[in-house]
Structure formats: C-alpha cells, structure tokens
C-alpha cells in the first residue's frame, strides 16, 4: 500500500520545489551564523569532524525516516505521530513526540528571529555605511553597542517575526515556494564570491587547517554533544518540519536520494561559510571563539576592506535574511498546522496565535545581551540555555525516540513501501543505521556529555 493520503495543507507541485524548500527550511542562520561560531568555539577540526559523521550516520538515515513517517501520516507531526502509532498498534502517547517537536519549533525560533532581527539591522546598517573604514575594534565596539540596546533589538526581533508570520499565513504554495526558489542559488554565489575574498587575506591555509587539520586534543564530551545537535539543528531534523514538508511530498518520490541531496547541499554550505569567515578571523587577529557575535564581527570588516563592500554586504545580509526567513517559516509550520487541525482555526489565526506567543518568548532572548545580561542559570544566560536545551537535548532527544520508533516498531514492510528501497542493499543499509548505529551513537555522545563515559 501506498501513501494515498493528500495533507489537509496542499502538497508540493513536484520533487524539485520539496527539495528547494527543504533546503531553504535546512540553510539557514544554523550554516552561516551557528555553525561557524561553535565551530570556533569548539577548537575547529574535532567538531567540524564529529559535525560531519553525524551528518552523515545519523542526519541522513534520520532525514528519510522524517519525511517518510510525514508522507506516510499527512497531519500535523503529532497527529501523524498518532496515526502511524495506531496503525502499528502501538501507544496513542507516540503522539506526544510530535507535540514535543512542535514546542522545540517555537522555543528555537523564539530566538532565531532575534538573530534573524540582528541580520536585518545588518542588512541596513551595512547599507547606510555604518561601517565604512572600520577596524575590528570598531565593528566589533558597533555590535556590542547594537546588541547592548533592548529597544532595538526589540524592534528588529518584531520585525523579523511579522515578516515570518505574514508568509506562513498565506500556506505552502504561495507561501513557502515562491519564497524559496531564486534566491537561495544568489546566497551560495555570493558565499563562494566571499570565500574568494577571504583567499586574498593570505590567511586562507590557516583557516583551512582550523576547520579541517585532524586535532582530537580539543574533543570533549561537550564539543560531541554540541557538534551533535549542531547536525541535526543544521538539518532541521527531531522536532517535525521535515516530517511536516514530508507530509506535502507527493507519492512515489525517491526519498533517499531527495534526502542526501539536501544533506549534501546543507553541510557544504555551512563548511563553505566556515572557509570564508576563518581567514578573516585570523587575517585581523580576531577570536575564533567569540560565540554569537562571529559574523557580525568578522563580515562587516571584510566589506569595509573590499571594493564595492557596501553594496557586497548589502545583498549579503539580505540573502541571509531570506534563508533565515525560509527556516523560520518552517520552525514554526508544525505549531500553526497543529492549531489548524486541532482547533479548526483559519490559517492566518492560526500563523498570527502562534507568531505572538513566539514572539513574546523571544524578549527572553532579546535581554539576555543587554538588561538580563548578569542573570545567569548553569553559567549560561536565558539565550546559552535555550539554545543548549533545544538544539543539544531536545533535538537529538527527538530524534532518538524517532529512531526507535522507526527502527523498531514500524512494520518494516511500511518503511519498505513507503522508501521504495524494495528490501535490497539500500533498504538494509538504512534499516540497520536507524535501527542500531543511530540510537547507540547518540546514547553514547549524551553519556559522554554527562560524564558517564570518559
Ligand atoms: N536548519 C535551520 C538552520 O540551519 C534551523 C532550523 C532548525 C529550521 C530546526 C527548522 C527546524 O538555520
């Protein structure tokens, strides 16, 4: 049997517009911003290495499973979660991992439309020359300035959730699609134009050697769990968006090879991103580890130095902008589907309840660099420990029980008809991944995280 089920959502109008907009859900501040920071700040080579087995042995065979339980279930990743437990005759309370998704989709987008705010004053303030012939003292004294003023990062964190909150009202044909489709390819450009930039600071063999020369002395328990959520943050995968764009993935399309394409397209735009920022970083004897502020830090100065920077810049934090408005469309579709389904809300309700709830949680965010900036729980302020419980605990933890669920409660014959893999080498392959290697990965890297494993 096959997936004759269409979602109460529409459906993508072919292979390639799901792969578009599944990238676009996956590229996003998590490649361009996140990834270079923790990279850095993680001692570069032992996580980008442990960041790309996982990507590798857990993101893609978790990737199939999502999109196959969304195009086999067709609702809201609870109810699909509910459906496809029922019809395996397991516990109605599967469903609860489909809930859980949809509240890390709001938790993580509480804050990455703050971040999403701090691209868009970028977007501006690189364009009215805020930058011009600034040194790193000076862009990085801009930052702390920027970030240290509530009012305004408040302003701009509303901005960027009305901009979410307007596209995900009008559904997932107009919507998301349009949305996606061209500029995607210009961000990638203008990251590789970048990276040429980079190659002209003659720092390019040491930010090479940062990210990729093999040094295990930095590799700690916290550096795997965080290399860990990082991949499955990157691929936007434990909490429901893929399984809620699988869900508006026509039948009969190959779900392995869509799946590594967008894993493919996702881990080289986030190394891509690595290789143009770290020469920079060392060209101006900056902090590999200095978090958050990363790019912010490090980019304007490179469009200070460049011909044509402010133009550069310009259209720089304006694709940024796009692929972080593309993620967080789809951060929070799982929570506005489920309002739809539950409640029987309108769409544009149920877009505009869960945008104001999102956005109030995001003041959280907002203060933890300015008036919050001394309150701190485990060392962390409130925007460390979301970020910490959402992508390194509450991601990887999804994606285990996902991992389970498929691996060892679906009927195989389901996963079977639904991957198209008709049992052969392929099917195996991602059967004993999801089945064994993924679960006791991830198991091992949180006991090593919690010190257990040493
Ligand atoms: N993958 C997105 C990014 O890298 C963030 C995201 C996470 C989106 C989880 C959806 C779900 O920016």
Redesign the pocket.
Known sequence: MTSERTSLHGQWSSRWTFILATTG???????IWKFPYLAGEHGGSAFVLVYLICVALLGIPMMMAEVMLGRRGRQTPMYTMRSLAEETHRSRHWQWLGFAGTLT?VL?LSYYSVIGGWTLAYAFRTGTGAFHDASAEGVSGLFNDFVGDPLAVFGWHSLFMLMTMVVVAFGVQKGLERATKYLMPALVVLLLGLVGYSATTGYMLEGVAFIFAPDFSRLTGTSMLAAMGQAF????LG?G?IMIYGSYLPAGVSIARTSIIVALADTSIAVIAGLAIFPIVFANGLEPGAGPSLIFETLPLAFAQMTGGILIGVMFFILLLVAAWT?SI??IEPAVTLLVEKFRMTRLRASVLSGLVTWVLGLGTVFSFNIWADYRIFDKNFFDLLDFLTSNIMLPLGGLFIAVFCGWLLAREVSQTELRLDGGPGFHLWHGLIRYVAPIAMLIVFAYAVGVIR
Not at 25 to 31: E, I, P, S
């Open positions: 859900a996956a590229v996003g501040l998590g490649n989709g993580i943050f990157s691929l936007s909490m968006t993620s789809s951060l």
